[in-house]
T-cell receptor, first 115, second 113 residues
Framework: EAGVTQFPSHSVIEKGQTVTLRCDPI?????LYWYRRVMGKEIKFLLH????????ESGMPNNRFLAERTGGTYSTLKVQPAELEDSGVYFC?????????????FGPGTRLTVL | QKEVEQNSGPLSVPEGAIASLNCTYS??????FFWYRQYSGKSPELIMS??SNGDKEDGRFTAQLNKASQYVSLLIRDSQPSDSATYLC?????????????WGLGTSLAVNP
């Protein structure tokens, strides 16, 4: 069974540019999560999809971030325009169910550097 | 106060020793607790979950939970160099079908041969 995949693995862009990150969850997993780790800080929740619907987007930093999950399969996270503080590692995770005890499986992350 | 707190380390132990990793949490209503292991440049990987007070053992790993003290720990027996990684404590937060993970900073463990 293929795991969670993310693309690209690394992205270096200049301030003001746009970047789109992609996540492909494990097949059959309705729940998809985005997290971010900024250097020296804890991993922070960004948002949670159930199928194509946003269940919780309380962690999205601001309106420069747009997440989509068309068709309830893969998800994209677009940052436009990127700022220096957006640098970090963006992780995607998926789970079959979302209740207590259901394991979230993580992708390898996308390391975003904004110069 | 952070919701989930861990000592960042680094924690250094000799090969074969017991490594003890600690985590405290602020929400008394928390019901489940996860330990993830993350090798440098890799994704977090779930290694233990615990829901009830007491100990839960899985191979060389033992998770310990004390809800009264809001404390969860991970013991690694017979530590191996391959156990060198960052260990992350995570606590689900939310209700119904919304369970986002709240993370500690992680403890870096180095097992020396």
């Amino acid at each position: 069974e293929a795991g969670v995949t993310q693309f690209p693995s690394h992205s270096v862009i200049e301030k003001g540019q746009t970047v789109t990150l992609r996540c492909d969850p494990i097949s059959g997993h309705d729940n998809l999560y985005w997290y971010r780790r900024v250097m020296g800080k804890e991993i922070k929740f960004l948002l949670h999809f159930v199928k194509e619907s946003k269940q919780d987007e309380s962690g999205m930093p601001n309106n420069r971030f747009l997440a989509e999950r068309t068709g309830g399969t893969y998800s994209t996270l677009k940052v436009q325009p990127a700022e220096l503080e957006d640098s970090g590692v963006y992780f995607c995770a998926s789970s079959q169910l979302a209740g207590y005890g259901n394991e979230q499986f993580f992708g390898p992350g996308t390391r975003l550097t904004v110069l | 106060q952070k919701e989930v707190e861990q000592n960042s380390g680094p924690l250094s132990v000799p090969e074969g020793a017991i490594a003890s990793l600690n985590c405290t949490y602020s929400d008394r209503g928390s019901q489940s607790f996860f330990w993830y292991r993350q090798y440098s440049g890799k994704s977090p990987e779930l290694i233990m979950s615990i829901y009830s007070n007491g100990d839960k053992e899985d191979g060389r790993f033992t998770a310990q939970l004390n809800k009264a003290s809001q404390y969860v720990s991970l013991l690694i027996r017979d530590s191996q160099p391959s156990d060198s990684a960052t260990y992350l404590c995570a606590v689900p937060r939310g209700a119904g079908n919304n369970r986002k993970l709240i993370w500690g900073l992680g403890t870096s463990l180095a097992v020396n041969p």
